[in-house]
């Protein structure tokens, strides 16, 4: 697993939301961007000048759980399906290191290839603050 200073790529752990425990997180990445704006005057000598804009980042991974009557992963369904927030997202390795925020299911596959588990292919997106920290659970 890469050092939490690395980034979160390829690493795996566990999503909980709202303190609960919905499935193995596998294959997260963790992507964000910036966008620029452009503030370029008649006095910036022909030289194109930017700023910082509007943060933005998401999260895609795939998500294992038992194949049981669980509603804990079913509230990742249900958010996609509602279109409503998922407060309190957490997505931690076994040492703890990890992201957390509140987050939005912009993407949401189900596939059964396995015979006792459902594996899930969700990207969330941030909506306010999020943070990569250290011992998040």
Do not use: C, H
């Not at 999260?59 to 759980?65: A, H, M, P, R, S």
């Not at 509140?102 to 993407?107: G, I, W, Y």
């Not at 290839?113 to 941030?126: F, G, K, V």
């Amino acid at each position: 697993m890469p050092p939490a200073d690395k980034g979160m790529a390829g690493f795996e752990g566990v999503l909980k939301i709202g303190g609960n425990v919905i499935g193995i997180a596998r294959e997260v990445t963790d992507d964000g961007t910036n966008d620029m704006i452009d503030v370029t005057s008649r006095d910036s000598n022909g030289n194109r000048e930017k700023i910082y804009g509007l943060q933005d980042k998401n999260v895609t991974l795939d998500v294992i759980q038992p194949r049981v009557v669980n509603s804990n992963w079913q509230v990742l369904r249900n958010a996609w399906l509602s279109k409503t927030f998922l407060i309190g997202v957490e997505v931690a390795s076994a040492n703890g290191n990890g992201l957390s925020g509140d987050f939005l299911v912009a993407e949401f596959g189900e596939d059964q290839p396995l015979e006792d588990a459902i594996s899930n292919r969700i990207t969330l997106e941030r909506t306010g603050a999020s943070a990569i920290v250290a011992g998040v659970s």
